[in-house]
């Protein structure tokens, strides 16, 4: 590997890297998922597209811009946005949102779904699966018998292979152990490796699709629930904006959002979300 420098290289390494080809990308990401890159990023975008570069054979970032913008390019454009995505996610992750929803939000949802209703939850942004899945143990922490009534909960995300990851739903023990014991024994299977399994009851409550946030949503019903959590901070604020306003539409009278640690609801849909503790926010009963 000869690292080369100069010639309007934004990082020195393997392949020359310039403003244009840094800007050409960001374009691209953001045209593609809404999301913003800094020019900050420069390091990160070169790591992480190097790999694709080598896979792809291609000799430059030049090569790798007039691919993702071609015509043939629908592929590698999801490729490199899956890339450049931030998977982090953790189960049980900012644990006060689970503690709203098994001691605020689930005992009017669990006293309507026992009564026949319907009950729908939303993770806008799952990733590999474990909020979906803490949100399923914590639905069956108050109504045991969810799986068999009509309570579901939606999870998707823009990246296929989170997707995949999160329906095969097999993760390690030390991943599940901020999950509370005694649920994540009960509703996970042992699986090969050491792993663990999402079991039946799981993977009926749970469903995955690939859904970008600032695409198409084919979904008809409306939301009482939604975690829409760590994903609008990687947008610019007009579609952070943008995102809240599509949401409060899909949500029923009085349904909960829980977003980000570092996230804030604001634009149009500020005035019809009241915040209702830590990052929590209720649909006004008028909107
Ligand atoms: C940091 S993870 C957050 C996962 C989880 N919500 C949590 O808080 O643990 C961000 C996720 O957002 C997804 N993502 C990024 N842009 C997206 C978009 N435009 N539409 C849907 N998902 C997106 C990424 O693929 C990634 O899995």
Redesign the pocket.
């Known amino acids: 590997m000869t690292a080369v420098a100069g010639r309007g290289s934004l990082v020195e390494g393997e392949f020359v890297f310039t403003a244009e080809d840094f800007s050409q990308i960001a374009q691209m990401l953001h045209a593609h ?3 913003a890159l800094s020019e900050g990023k420069a390091a990160l975008v070169y790591s992480r597209l190097a790999k694709r570069l080598r896979v792809l054979g291609l000799r430059s970032f030049r090569d790798y811009c007039a691919l993702i913008e071609g015509v043939d390019g629908v592929d590698e454009r999801q490729k490199m946005t899956a890339a450049l ?6 189960f049980y ?1 900012e644990p006060h949102h689970f503690d709203d929803l098994r001691d605020r939000v689930m005992p009017a949802l669990a006293e309507r779904a026992r009564a026949g209703g319907r009950v729908r939850l939303w ?1 806008a ?3 590999n699966g ?2 979906p899945y803490s949100m399923a143990l914590t639905v069956l922490s108050v109504l045991p018998e969810a799986a068999d009534l009509d309570v579901r909960i939606l999870a ?4 296929p292979n ?1 997707v995949a990851q999160g329906a095969d739903g097999a993760y390690s023990e030390e991943a599940l152990e901020p999950a509370p014991a005694v649920l994540w024994r009960r509703y996970f299977d042992r699986a090969e490796g050491g792993r663990w399994r999402a079991g039946a009851q799981l993977k009926r409550l749970v469903a995955f699709r690939e ?4 695409g198409h949503w084919p979904m008809k019903g409306r939301f009482d629930v939604i ?1 829409c ?3 609008v901070i ?1 947008f610019d604020e007009r579609t952070q904006e943008r995102v809240w306003t599509r949401f409060t539409p899909v949500m029923t009278p009085g349904a909960t959002l829980y977003i ?1 640690h570092s996230e804030r609801v604001t634009g149009p849909a500020a005035s019809q979300l009241q915040t209702s503790g830590l990052t929590t926010y209720r649909l006004g009963a008028g909107a």
Request: aromatic fraction near 6%.
């Open positions: 998922a809404g999301i995505t931030t998977n982090v996610t953790r992750r993770s942004a799952c990733s474990q909020e998707t995300d823009i990246d989170m859904l970008n946030l600032i975690f959590r760590n994903v990687y980000g």
